[in-house]
Structures are given as structure tokens and as C-alpha cells.
């Protein structure tokens, strides 16, 4: 059993920054394969970015390569997401997400569990 508590999330202009935090319970975290999602209003869940056990491996949408970056510290039990010039299309609920299997990372399916989530706001 994981539980995930995400934080950080906030209003920002557009240009500026935020670095999301995923903390998770358990002494099991380095054997999850970790995922973010976002959720803007009237839209699916997406994929952002995924990053494997060790951190050796990184995943990134299209649409935020360049500009979000995922990493973990297994030490400390958690998994961060750097978001750097943010746009007002990356207004939405992000979500940290666990997995034990890479399969389809990029997919909602494979991830047992989920945290609440944590409101991103970015102003035109």
C-alpha cells in the first residue's frame, strides 16, 4: 500500500514557475515506477511526465519537454515535478501516481495508486 500527498500547486503568471513535491508512505516507494497527470476542467486526465525507480529513466509529454522536469529522491520517499515557463494552457488538478510496471506508463491504467492532487492556476 502507497499513499501519495502532492503539494506545491498555486497561482503563477504565465512565464514563471512552481515545483510540484509528491511525498509518499511506505517503504516500498523505490520499487514504483512514478508517474504526473494533470486534469484541466471538461478534460481527461494526461500524461505529463514519468520517471523510473532509480531515476535513471525520463518520460515527458510533447507538450511540456523542455520546460517540466521530473525527478525523485528515494532517500526522502519523494518525487518532484520542476515546471518552468508555464503557460496558461497548463492550468489543471496534478496528480502523482504509482506504479509497479513501466507498461503503458503513459496511460492512466497501470498506476494503483493515486494522490488527491494539487491545483495549478497560471495567469495570462
Known amino acids: 500500500q502507497v499513499q501519495l500527498v502532492e503539494s506545491g500547486g498555486g497561482l503563477v503568471q504565465a512565464g514563471g514557475s512552481l515545483r510540484l513535491s509528491c511525498a509518499a508512505s511506505?517503504?516500498?516507494?523505490?520499487?514504483?515506477?512514478m508517474g504526473w497527470f494533470r486534469q484541466a476542467p471538461g478534460k481527461e486526465r494526461e500524461f505529463v511526465a514519468a520517471?523510473?525507480?532509480?531515476?535513471?529513466?525520463?518520460y515527458a509529454a510533447d507538450s511540456v519537454k523542455g520546460r517540466f522536469t521530473i525527478s525523485r529522491d528515494n532517500a526522502k520517499n519523494t518525487v518532484y515535478l520542476q515546471m518552468n515557463s508555464l503557460k496558461p494552457e497548463d492550468t489543471a488538478v496534478y496528480y502523482c501516481?504509482?506504479?509497479?510496471?513501466?507498461?503503458?506508463?503513459?496511460?492512466?491504467?497501470?498506476?494503483?495508486?493515486w494522490g488527491q492532487g494539487t491545483q495549478v492556476t497560471v495567469s495570462s
Open positions: 520517471i523510473d525507480r532509480n531515476g535513471g529513466t525520463l
Open positions: 501516481a504509482a506504479t509497479p510496471s513501466r507498461s503503458a506508463y503513459y496511460t492512466t491504467r497501470p498506476y494503483d495508486y
Open positions: 511506505g517503504r516500498t516507494f523505490s520499487s514504483y515506477f
